[in-house]
């Protein structure tokens, strides 16, 4: 399709394959008749995941998807817009080319595609647009450019965005923390834990849909996927009950060079409330606790889509004495992470598959083993994950057993 075009859509449901070389924000907003939003409810993101007729998730082959059920849409909803906006703040369109691929829902049939031409200092953009014409429905090429982000579409659309509070003038120090889950505080030379910010003056919610800066407070898992940056906490708890089902840890990675092999090994460290080491799950050991971890086996590439190693976590099957898992991967033959590309982990629901958290590494370093992420058992009973992202000098999990312990 060419930018303005349009195609009458042949399928009820259709998904929006939204693709390219770099990681983006996709969203899909319902519009009436005035062409804004009837509230924010009618924001579909990775953290508000559906509507009527609308839902967003992640794509089989990376990006995401917006999928929309004609039939299922509001009579007082004229259409839907597909956006798109750039992940890494401060960044442009400019050299990268996100293309729209408009699909049967039902049976994956391609109907459409569109790649805007000529992108340049955008940061922002309404991809393509499915909307009513004469009884039935069609798909519009649109590629129009927005240089404020996300927040700059969502005003346009009519989604409330507020500014973030200015801060207060000599606050007093706030209380000091409780104690953190089984008696563990940070290692000698750790920060601090954040205290909230005071009651007289909360934060404001940041304009655009992402997860909130490093350092602000942790977040559950009510408004669907959670992305994770560095050092940012989420609660496995959904309304208001820890998940205490199995969960699935996949990691990922790919050769930062074509045609390179990259044998990386995924590993779990248990620990107890004293930082001891209770157990741990690689490649040579495959199952640990009873059952209650299991590993998927060794990758011995990097190549292929999907995850490359998984660990399943039996939650409600951890003996009392494991209060923290350490997610780690190395580099056995010793090639170093600066090698590697598009490292990642993820937190999927191993009943349903539904990916509930994700973490991408941004930066590699030159060494042989990195921290992924945390699992940690509360006190009240829920868990929460970190990611990490800490590169250490260790080519084996038995060389991450004390950095690991460090971590938590």
Known sequence: MTPGSNLPLSAARVAVDVTAPVRLDVSGLLLAADGKVRSDD??????????PGVTHSAAAGGGDTVTVDTAAVPEGIDKIVVTASLDTPGATFAGTEPTGTVRDADNGSVLASFTPPRLGTETALVLVEIYRRGGGWKVRAVGQGYADGLAGIATDFGVSVEEPAAPAAAPQAPPAPPAPAAGWGPPTGAPAPVAPPPAAAPAAPAPAPSAPAPGTGKINLDKGRVSLQKNQTVSLVKGGRPMLSSVRMGLGWEPAFRGK??????????????????????????MILG????????????EGAG??????V???????????????????????FSEV??????????QSGEELVRFDLTHAEPRTGVMMAKLVRQYSGEWEMTALGEFVDARTVRGMTKPAAQAL
Do not use: M, W
């Open 307 to 312: 995850d490359d190693e998984a660990i399943t």
């Open 261 to 286: 092999s990259i044998d990386l090994d995924a590993s779990v460290i248990a620990y107890g409330p004293d930082r001891k080491k209770v157990d741990n799950c690689f490649f040579g050991k495959l």
């Open 42 to 51: 009618d924001f579909v993101f990775y953290n508000q995941p559906s509507a």
């Open 314 to 336: 039996h939650l409600g099957g951890l003996p009392p004495e494991v209060t923290g898992l350490i997610f780690v991967v190395n580099s056995f033959s010793g090639q170093k």
């Open 341 to 350: 590309a598009k490292a990642y982990c993820r937190l999927l629901d191993a």
């Open 291 to 302: 059952g209650a971890i299991q590993h998927s086996g060794d990758n011995l590439t990097g």
